[in-house]
């Protein structure tokens, strides 16, 4: 069920709430947390709201969605509340803020927060270069952005590694679980020889891959290469040194990986990329800070670039030979004069 309130207040949603809960026997004792979701481009709200809807059969929750309207319009605030089918195990409340309000989304959250439950602030995509100095980041214990959905997601990652404070994390961290896991399970196979050195291979601005590389670097404390490739989308291999031969995740298609290793026979491996709607799932299991991206984010600064060498390009068939014309009678020798 979708009920709209133009030019509404926050006071009269939370009384349609509490009219809603009466009637439909809507309720807000089982909500966990409150997700406050701030998108500006309608596109990426609603695939945010179903990401959101997902995640709440997991996670019930209050989820409150910000999105600024016309900076140039008369000041006011246009309410959506959705529950029911609309909204999964939780219920929904979109506020759109027009005029001098578009600036104002904390005091607008502010009275529609559950008492007592801890808050999420959610950017899907262009979030605030320091989350935590961010006046609807300053709400939450947990602040979440996506690099990979800014327009320069690699500078987006090294400037949101400066300003980091505990909390803070990144979908294009949380996309690396199945990566991480991988590896790690396979170093734990013999032979059990220390790694020398790592090479991670990925698209030139994929945060994912950055990551990938400032982890190894900082958790094998091993020089690590990150080579730029623009081959293939998102993180496309990781390779380990070791005396008796490398072990290697390939993943050429973004679908199914490969992973090779000496003395053990070659696997293929499920690395399907994760959306929205998983990443969200997991990083919503946990409130507390996320000390191994942290250290990831310290391990940037430890990494060396490069770029994947070309395919040198398929040589020419030499022409055939033209069938050589037959030689003609040579004259006779004339004398001497």
Known sequence: MIIDLPSTTTSQLNKKLVEIREQGGQVA?????TLVIVADDDDRLEEAIEAANEASREHPSRVIVVAKGARTAAPRIDGQIRVGGDAGASEVIVLRLYGPLAAQGQSAVV?????????????PGTGPKAPAKDPLGELAQRRITDSAAEKAPIRALTTRAKSYVEGDTDLAWTRLTSWRAQLVSALDLPPHEKVTGATVT?????PSTELLAGWLAEYLKVPVKRVKSSGAAGIISVTLDRRSGPVELHRPDGRVGTLTQPGQPTRRIALQRRDNKDCLIEELRRLDPDEIYEASLNGLAKISSGTAPKAAPAKKAAPAAKKAPAAKKAPAAKSAS
Do not use: N, Y
């Open 29 to 33: 004792l089982g909500r966990v947390l």
């Open 111 to 123: 009275p529609l927060l559950l008492p007592d439950a801890p808050i999420v602030t959610w950017w």
């Open 202 to 206: 990925g698209e030139a601005d994929s």
